[in-house]
């Protein structure tokens, strides 16, 4: 277990409707990221907080947002969905920005319908 | 986009035997990491190696790193079934000054027969 949590760990939604996805990062980790793997590839970067602000982004639209908390938890929200937003998505947290490893929950499945 | 390519996409092998997957990368990196991942489940971390590492161990595995040739090795010796899994290397890269990302390859699926 990594510490890191993340909720729901299922969800189905239409297109075109509105998605959070939440994630409680590991005690002591200031820095979330978000991450979408869908089936059979690799997971791809969507974008990293530290300490509450958003500290870079992948190449995804702006319908991709996100939050943390003060207590670094943090949220993903999606807006306009559609079919290919289907993906497992992880949120890994680490401690600080730089150069260390990260530490990814479950994930949340996401199916859009 | 895909930072690079991991050979074999697929790797079949019996209980005992070694297994060894490749990774490779396209631009400079800080550090190579590999995670595992049972059943499209979370990563887990296995381990990480520095830029300016070129072996590193921790129990049953063994990385490599050639930066020159801009790849990356995982064995897993005298490997389980409980080894069956998809693996990923993930280069670590600073993406501006204050923040960097993982860079995830496609990853090789591993069975480990009994």
């Known amino acids: 277990e990594t510490g890191v949590t993340q909720s729901p760990t299922h969800l189905i939604k239409t297109r075109g409707q509105q998605v959070t996805l939440r994630c409680s990062s590991q005690?002591?980790?200031?820095?979330v990221s978000w991450y979408q793997q869908a089936l059979g590839q690799g997971p791809q970067f969507i974008f990293q907080?530290?300490?509450?602000?958003?500290?870079g982004r992948g190449n995804f639209p702006p319908r991709f947002s996100g939050l943390q908390f003060p207590n670094y938890s943090s949220e993903l929200n999606v807006n306009a969905l559609e079919l290919d937003d289907s993906a497992l998505y992880l949120c890994?947290?680490?401690?600080?920005?730089?150069?260390?490893?990260?530490?990814f929950g479950q994930g949340t499945r996401l199916t859009v319908v | 986009s895909q930072q690079g390519e991991e050979d074999p996409q697929a790797l079949s092998i019996q209980e005992g035997e070694n297994a060894t997957m490749n990774c490779s990368y396209k631009?400079?990196?800080?550090?190579l990491q590999w995670y595992r991942q049972n059943s499209g489940r979370g990563l887990v971390h296995l381990i990480l190696?520095?830029?300016?590492?070129r072996e590193k161990h921790s129990g049953r595995l063994r990385v490599t790193l050639d930066t020159s040739k801009k790849s990356s090795s995982l064995l897993i010796t005298a490997s389980r079934a409980a080894d069956t899994a998809s693996y990923f290397c993930?280069?670590?890269?600073?993406?501006?000054?204050?923040?960097?990302?993982?860079?995830f390859g496609q990853g090789t699926i591993l069975t480990v027969h009994p």
């Open positions: 890994a947290s680490s401690l600080g920005a730089g150069n260390t490893e990260a530490f």
């Open positions: 005690s002591g980790h200031n820095t």
């Open positions: 907080y530290y300490r509450e602000e958003e500290n």
């Open positions: 631009t400079s990196i800080n550090n």
């Open positions: 190696i520095r830029s300016n590492e």
């Open positions: 993930a280069t670590w890269n600073a993406g501006g000054t204050s923040y960097g990302k993982l860079t």
